[in-house]
């Protein structure tokens, strides 16, 4: 059972270019919640991500993560973080395994088998990502998912390439982790049919 943790975001604006964006977004996430961002391409979903995560400065407004500012917990904020962009962030020219095991040394091989069993990619272990198709290729992303021991999750449409039935199971996956205290922040363009969030529109 994680601890609680508490992530509020008050007045955010960030700039992009000569746009500003966000248009002063507000809202508090504690262990437990999942928070949906919605809202048109070019709204600010992945400018978000970013901002939370330090790679872009913010023009105004404030982020703090259990009473104190980000940005003097950055570090512990990001121990805690596991963010999965629209990307897949993962090299074409190694294999399933050498992928899981660059981002995961730690993992048993067994613990990784069960993963990988578990999203249909268990013969493609020895596989190089760029003969996988996209759904794969997702799916060996989503991996992390399945091992994290990270509290919060920052997932940027998740449910990219896959078919209904992983949905389903990437829902699932998420209901139990807010029911172990986490916490889930996701942008989608796709409404959530299994979990209880707060909608955040940008």
Not at 19 to 44: E, K, M, P, Q, W
Not at 118 to 133: M, P, R
Request: aromatic share 6%.
């Amino acid at each position: 059972m994680h601890s609680v943790a508490i992530l509020t975001i008050s007045d955010l604006w960030v700039e992009r270019g000569e746009s500003d964006l966000l248009n002063g977004l507000s809202f508090s996430a504690r262990s437990g919640d999942v928070v949906h961002i919605t809202g048109a391409n070019g709204a600010g979903k992945s400018t978000f991500f970013k901002a939370l995560l330090g790679l872009l400065p913010i023009l105004s407004g404030s982020m703090t993560f259990n009473g104190d500012s980000l940005t003097q917990q950055r570090q512990n904020f990001l121990n805690n973080t596991l963010y999965i962009g629209h990307s897949a962030g993962l090299n074409g020219a190694l294999t399933v395994m050498e992928n899981i095991r660059w981002y995961l040394p730690k993992c048993s091989e067994k613990i990784v088998e069960q993963a990988l069993s578990e999203l249909s990619l268990g013969a493609f272990a020895e596989t190089q990502l760029h003969a996988l198709s996209a759904g794969q290729v997702r799916r060996v992303a989503l991996v992390r998912l399945w091992l994290s021991e990270q509290q919060i999750w920052l997932l940027d449409e998740p449910f990219t390439a896959l078919d209904q039935g992983l949905i389903s199971m990437l829902e699932a996956k998420m209901a139990a982790h807010v029911a172990s205290g986490g916490i889930v922040i996701l942008a989608s363009h796709l409404p959530l049919a299994h979990l209880s969030y707060l909608q955040v529109e940008l």
